[in-house]
């Protein structure tokens, strides 16, 4: 099975921006459903942004127009571009994969990484 290390959290200034990424090894990206989820304590995992076999993508209403979830096949890589970042977007950010289509349900998705952690003051 995929096996998933993210990479790329840190602290940033309201406002800010960084980019996740998410390197998979053990299987081919791109052939199924990935998607990013954050969580913060005692919350459940949000499904933040996922990404299907043939390019399209979803996102969360809460980071529609600022998030950008995409991949790059030929590094095996997932990527998870952060924009206007707010106090509300801190937690730990986990990508995961392989996941039922057209879906950001935790219970749905097969492999997860250990998660980055992102602070956003």
């Known amino acids: 099975h995929v096996q998933l290390v993210e990479s790329g959290g840190g602290s940033v200034q309201v406002g800010g921006s960084l980019r996740l990424s998410c390197v998979a090894s053990?299987?081919?990206?791109?052939?199924?459903?990935m998607g990013w989820f954050r969580q913060i304590p005692d919350r459940e995992r949000e499904g933040v942004a996922g990404?299907?076999?043939?390019?399209?993508?979803s996102y969360a209403d809460s980071v529609k127009g600022r998030f950008t979830i995409s991949q790059d096949s030929a590094k095996n890589i997932l990527y998870l571009q952060m924009n206007s970042l707010k106090p509300e977007d801190s937690a730990m950010y986990y990508c995961?994969?392989?996941?039922?289509?057209?879906?950001?349900?935790?219970?749905?998705?097969?492999?997860w990484g250990q998660g980055t952690q992102v602070t956003v003051s």
């Open positions: 995961a994969a392989p996941g039922v289509p057209c879906t950001l349900v935790e219970g749905n998705f097969g492999s």
């Open positions: 990404i299907e076999s043939d390019g399209s993508t």
């Open positions: 053990g299987d081919t990206i791109g052939r199924y459903r």
